[in-house]
């Protein structure tokens, strides 16, 4: 097999970019892949550009490796050039929620193993505007919060950095709400939203159940919304959701499935920040939607974690 490597180097901690040099001289010492291109990415867009010109059967597979910035690039850039190459993801980055909830390998054995049995399965991925998303659309002021982390921060401490920028903030935290519109096929409401989430795996933002119900192969996205929200319930509400409890009767959030949807803001002048798998995503009004099937992804061939997302 001929394989491509898009390597974020500045994605996760340096055990992780040594693992990744061992995957590559085993697949090429074993004989399972006869040639390999490897690529560093240089800056933003540079993943997108290097995999979205790639045409059918240029390569076997392509390998993401970095953290959920990397990956959204090379899932737009391999979606944009049609190639329908399969894709493989090593989580080198901070929280990887999607790869960390299919339960993909980090260590070089099982690594290899997976390209070498080369299962793939079909995962639906999310459309906003005109960007794919893999894992998440979420908005609100913790999106902004997760922007101020410095690369530094977030190599030393993986999602460690999160959780110290989060407690550095929380005494500025502003707890208010902003009126949301949400519109799809079946239903339109307006929500008073402290923050929302619209999940593709069960995982977003190190919190593992957020979305229960979630699958990546069942033509939806799961929708949760926080709302109404009051310094007293803020710490109850993500205990609940940190134990996947928060879905049934709770006054402050709203959880449903859909296949697409747009949200706006009720009052022209309000600001709501909004992010897609970690990358800053553009103003309201947003159109997100699910295309079903869009990637073929190389998954472990036991397959043991897909048994609860597929």
């Known amino acids: 097999m001929k394989g491509m490597f898009i390597i974020n180097p500045t994605s996760g901690q340096q055990k992780n970019q040594q693992t990744v040099k061992q995957v590559i001289h ?18 933003k867009n540079s993943a997108y550009d290097a995999v979205s010109v790639l045409k059918p059967g240029e390569y076997d597979f392509v390998v993401a490796v970095g953290g959920d910035g ?9 979606i944009d050039s049609e190639s329908e190459i399969p894709v493989a993801i090593y989580a080198a980055g901070t929280t990887n929620d999607f790869a960390s909830c ?3 390998p980090r260590d ?28 998440v659309a979420a908005g609100g002021v913790l999106s ?16 460690s950095a ?12 502003s707890l208010k709400t902003v009126p949301l519109k949400y519109e799809m096929d079946n239903m339109t409401f307006v929500a008073e939203t402290f923050l929302f989430f619209l999940a593709n795996s069960k995982s977003v933002g190190g919190f593992h159940r957020i979305a229960p119900d979630a699958k990546i192969n ?8 926080i709302k109404n929200v009051t310094p007293i319930d803020i710490v109850p509400v993500f ?23 747009v949200i706006s803001t009720v009052n022209e002048d309000d600001v709501f920040p909004v992010d897609f798998d970690g990358e800053e995503g553009n103003p309201m009004p947003l159109t997100i939607e699910v295309v079903p099937g869009a990637l073929n992804l190389l998954v472990p061939k036991d397959g043991r974690n897909l048994k609860k997302v597929i």
């Open 26 to 43: 085993k697949l090429l010492d074993e004989g399972i892949a006869e040639g390999l291109y490897i690529m560093h990415t240089s800056g």
């Open 70 to 78: 990397t990956v959204s690039e090379v899932i737009n850039g391999i």
């Open 218 to 225: 069942d033509g939806k996205l799961d929708l949760c919304i």
């Open 102 to 104: 299919l339960g993909l």
């Open 239 to 261: 205990t609940q959701i940190q134990t996947g409890t928060h879905t049934k009767d709770n006054k402050c959030i709203t959880y449903l499935q859909t296949s697409k949807i």
């Open 144 to 159: 902004e919060i997760a922007h101020k982390v410095s690369i530094n921060a977030k190599t030393l401490l993986g999602h």
């Open 108 to 135: 070089v054995e099982n690594f290899v193993e997976m390209v070498k049995s080369f299962r793939t399965e079909k995962v639906d991925v999310g459309k906003i505007n005109d960007k794919y998303f893999l894992n």
């Open 162 to 173: 999160y959780i110290l920028q989060g407690v550095k903030e929380i005494g500025s935290l």
